[in-house]
């Protein structure tokens, strides 16, 4: 529920956005970030459907590895959301 | 900046480690421990050198008597509780939400809520809104941005910083020094942590989520030591600003204010969470269904409230990995991969490495 999911812009509606993650879409809110300030293309941790913080692409990349990693042990324990 | 390999910064950690004591470093955020724990880095580093998981999980503080409230209210015709899924199956003496078997759906963000609210306007749905800044702000994000009169709030929220200042006064703890968490400080920014190092002479350094990277933050808590600093260190600086997310902050303070609240397994903390304003009581489950506090009972044999204060580590509890398991959870924190007891039971399962070398079973507290 904690975890932060890095997730790439895709399409802005301000404040909607869609962003994408290893090939899957979600709705996220921008609420969280002026919108002069986030574009298509950009990458931001989402947390429970709301970008808190914009990342750059690198960065976003090894927080995924490590999120896959962590998630990876988890499988099948039941972790909600 | 030259990134520095895991060994250089162990060895960088052996080096800062004062030979003459144990030092204590705590964790406050679920996703580092989760780290620390899958990758061994414990059996690295100095065994003086403690890394200590704390209270980085929301669902294991969440007091039994919202988790009653909860119950109760989704066992009532007219309501729909909607939640995260991990809260599904936190124990209490009157079982668990889903065990409850009410009118209870999961959701994975506050706009399901919303969504859910919309689609049954006849029913009262009430969004169990719990969590840390991370998860506070995205619940102020969707107050603002207008909700349905059908959709009421059993708020839940706690603040990190606010504990960690009980813990520092909790001197049977002594803490030596903060892994601040790094999206908790993407809200409040580092500067939120300055307290720690200048009222309180105690290093915290915000860190992310790799293990390079929050080694590197460890180092940089140990060079702290014995500095008298008036800032909090900062190697997560590719996300966390000083003064954080101001919009984020300036939601959280419009619909939220500050209160004294329980944390499970701890007590009545002061200024440690957040109720929804006076003037938004009219979406306050707590006001519309006159929900009361229940007493806190005990259960029997779990130590989670030591484990979050740092005091014993989850191997220390009777009930680990015994009669308390991730499938059949006998306390709240071997319910969320958050959870200390449950990271613990998965690194044992799945890498054996849990860090028996040091023989925390017989231990169990911190012994100097
Ligand atoms: S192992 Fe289970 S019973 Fe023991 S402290 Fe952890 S959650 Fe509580």
């Not at chain 2, 306050?284 to 029997?300: N, Q, S, T």
Request: one cysteine or more; charged letters at 25%; a neutral charge.
């Amino acid at each position: 529920m904690c975890l932060g999911v890095p997730m790439r812009i895709v399409e802005i509606n301000y404040p909607a956005a869609t962003a994408e993650a290893s090939g899957v879409r979600r709705e996220v809110g921008l609420h969280l970030l002026p919108e002069e300030e986030i574009a298509v293309g950009d990458h931001v941790i989402v947390h429970v459907g709301f970008a808190i913080e914009k990342v750059e692409e690198g960065l976003a990349d090894e927080i995924r590895r490590s999120l896959n990693e962590a998630m990876g042990a988890a499988d099948g324990e039941g972790s909600g959301a | 900046m030259t990134r520095l390999s895991v060994e250089d910064l162990t060895e960088r950690i052996h080096t800062l480690t004062p030979g003459d004591r144990t030092v204590r470093i705590m964790n406050v955020c679920g996703s580092h421990e989760h780290t620390i724990a899958f990758s061994g880095m414990r059996s690295l580093l100095p065994r003086n050198l403690e890394l200590i998981p704390g209270p980085g999980c929301p669902v294991c503080v969440c007091p039994e008597s919202d988790i009653i409230n909860a119950i109760r209210l989704s066992k009532r015709q007219d309501v729909i509780l909607v939640t995260y899924g991990d809260m599904l199956r936190v124990p209490s003496r009157e079982g668990s939400i889903r065990a409850g078997g009410g009118n209870y759906r999961i959701i994975t963000s506050p706009f399901e809520a919303v969504r859910i609210a919309r689609a049954n306007p006849r029913r009262k749905i009430v969004f169990f809104s719990i969590g840390f800044e991370t998860t506070t702000a995205p619940a102020a994000a969707v107050l603002e941005s207008g909700v349905p009169g059908n959709l009421y709030m059993l708020c839940s929220h706690r603040l990190t910083p606010a504990i960690m200042e009980t813990l520092v006064r909790d001197a049977e703890t002594g803490i030596d020094g903060f892994i601040a968490p790094g999206h908790v400080s993407a809200i409040v920014g580092s500067d939120a942590w300055n307290v720690f190092p200048a009222k309180y002479g105690i290093p915290a350094v915000v860190a992310g989520f790799e293990a390079e990277n929050l080694l590197l933050g460890i180092s940089d808590i140990l060079a702290r030591l014995g500095r008298r600093e008036v800032r909090a260190g900062n190697v997560y600086g590719r996300v966390v600003r000083p003064g954080g997310n101001v919009r984020a902050q300036e939601l959280m303070n419009k619909y939220f204010e500050v209160a004294d609240v329980n944390w499970r397994g701890i007590g009545s903390v002061p200024s440690s969470g957040l109720e929804l304003r006076e003037e938004y009581g009219g979406r306050d489950a707590r006001k519309v269904f006159g929900l009361g506090e229940v007493k806190e009972e005990k259960i029997p044999g779990c130590i989670c409230g030591d484990i979050i204060l740092g005091r014993a580590y989850p191997s220390a509890c009777g009930l680990f990995g015994m009669a308390c398991n991730p499938q059949s959870p006998a306390g709240p924190c071997m319910v969320s991969v958050e959870g200390a007891c449950n990271i613990w039971y998965r690194t044992k399962k799945d890498r054996g490495n849990l860090p028996a070398k040091r023989d925390f079973k017989t231990e169990g507290r911190f012994i100097t």
